[in-house]
């Protein structure tokens, strides 16, 4: 299955995101993972060398062409990180879809934003079905009084073509500190708040 983890607007965490499903799908259901890093910021590529080097293991090695996106074999789970700075690589990431994941950050103008990409989606896949698209609260507020990721969720799921999904990622250190040594968060601590969202989000997911 290729999933193409995607948002028009920057600052989402789609990288994060990306690198710790990737590392998720390998270790926990023991299947071969390919990780495109389709993005020019190249975020995923810098965390998979510290990982190389400092011995972490899985080890993967990062893809960066797009004409390879869809060669992998039956038994391949396929994550795709894309940028919007390079719209040939993202239009064509998301023709060979199966599915898109969107994460969303609660404000207003990242709603926007995912209303806009969804219509790209529904432009570049006119042609045929399209791929499942699914969304998430991502950098969600942690205080519990806080309204901003409530309101963005039910906005989102007002949408047509996207399919709102109840596991949150919140605003934690945690993803920044272990994207910055080559681990996932569920590898740098086990029993944090952090790890226990990307085990959630990884069973819906897969």
């Known amino acids: 299955m290729i999933t193409v983890i995607g948002n028009l607007k920057g600052g989402t965490g789609k ?24 993005d020019p910021q190249a975020t995923i590529t810098d965390a998979l060398e510290i990982r190389t080097e400092d011995g972490h293991m899985p080890a993967l090695e990062p893809i960066h062409f797009v004409s390879q996106l869809g060669s992998e ?12 700075s390079d719209a040939e690589a993202m239009n064509a990431a ?8 969107i994460p969303v950050a609660p404000s207003q103008a990242d709603v926007w934003s ?20 699914i969304g998430f609260m991502n950098r969600s507020d942690t205080h519990a009084a806080v309204r901003e990721t409530d309101d963005a969720f039910e ?22 500190r272990s994207f910055s040594e080559g681990l996932a968060v569920f590898e740098m601590d086990p029993k944090s708040k952090a790890a226990a969202e990307v085990e959630e989000l990884g069973e819906l997911l897969y």
């Open 15 to 38: 990288s994060t995101v990306a690198f710790n499903l990737s590392i998720w799908v390998a270790t926990r259901r023991n299947v071969h993972v390919s990780i495109y890093d389709l």
């Open 73 to 84: 074999g039956k038994h391949t789970e396929v994550i795709v990180d894309i940028g919007i």
């Open 94 to 101: 998301i023709q060979r879809a199966d599915r898109i994941v």
């Open 114 to 133: 995912t209303q806009r990409f969804l219509k790209l989606i529904s432009n570049v896949t006119k042609s045929g079905s399209g791929p499942e698209v």
């Open 155 to 176: 906005a989102l799921s007002s949408l047509k073509g996207i399919k709102m999904i109840e596991p949150r990622l919140y605003q934690r250190t945690a993803y920044r």
